[in-house]
């Protein structure tokens, strides 16, 4: 069975740029969700979204946005890039709300 | 406001020692732990849990403890060995699974031959 699919792996954008990061969760899962990993903060809750609907939010600004499509896949988006969003962006799912949460490997953003 | 908390950056232990891994936590609506492994570029990997309404968890050489009333858990790991060697992060959860978790900012393992 496949693993949670994130692409792309790496991305180098500049401020004020805007990025789009992908999710594929594991075949029968239906819920996903978005974690910001940064050296100084550990991981931090971005979004969660079940059934196309975002169920939880993160304290992020709005500029952190995500949607989740008919067939479970993610896309979280952040517009107007600073210089504090580079980070591993990892996606997470899990079978439904309250189920164990499996990683995929990460985007590494970095902001230039 | 760190809800949980890992307070040792980083670890050091020899192969075959036990490994202790803090954490403690200030939400008392917490009532589900969870442990997580992360080798570098790649995503954490589910480790073991446990509930609050349990005070130890085993498999195999991995143990979690909870102390509900000092609001802390730690990892045994016994006996360590060179492939644990990873960052450890401590999740929580208000809601009994991984709805909302809430990570501390995870402890560097190095298990060294």
């Known amino acids: 069975k496949a693993g949670v699919t994130q692409t792309p792996r790496y991305l180098i954008k500049t401020r004020g740029q805007q990025v789009t990061l992908s999710c594929s969760p594991i075949s029968g899962h239906r819920s996903v969700s978005w974690y910001q990993q940064t050296p100084g903060q550990g991981l931090q809750f971005l979004f969660e979204?079940?059934?196309?609907?975002?169920?939880n939010k993160g304290n992020f600004p709005g500029r952190f946005s995500g949607r989740q499509f008919s067939n479970s896949r993610s896309e979280m988006n952040v517009s107007t890039l600073e210089l504090g969003d580079s980070a591993l962006y990892l996606c997470?799912?899990?079978?439904?709300?309250?189920?164990?949460?499996?990683f995929g490997s990460g985007t590494q953003l970095s902001v230039l | 406001d760190q809800q949980v908390k890992q307070n040792s950056p980083s670890l050091s232990v020899q192969e075959g020692r036990i490994s202790i891994l803090n954490c403690d936590y200030t939400n008392s609506m917490f009532d589900y732990f969870l442990w997580y492994k992360k080798y570098p570029a790649e995503g954490p990997t589910f480790l073991i849990s446990?509930?609050?309404?349990?005070d130890k968890n085993e498999d195999g050489r991995f143990t979690v403890f909870l102390n509900k009333s000092a609001k802390h858990l730690s990892l045994h790991i016994v006996p360590s060995q060179p492939g644990d060697s990873a960052v450890y992060f401590c999740?929580?959860?208000?809601?009994?699974?991984?709805?909302?978790?809430?990570f501390g900012k995870g402890t560097k393992l190095t298990v060294n031959p």
């Open positions: 979204y079940f059934s196309e609907t975002q169920r």
């Open positions: 446990i509930s609050s309404i349990k």
């Open positions: 999740a929580a959860s208000p809601q009994g699974g991984s709805e909302k978790l809430v």
């Open positions: 997470a799912s899990s079978v439904s709300l309250n189920e164990k949460l499996f």
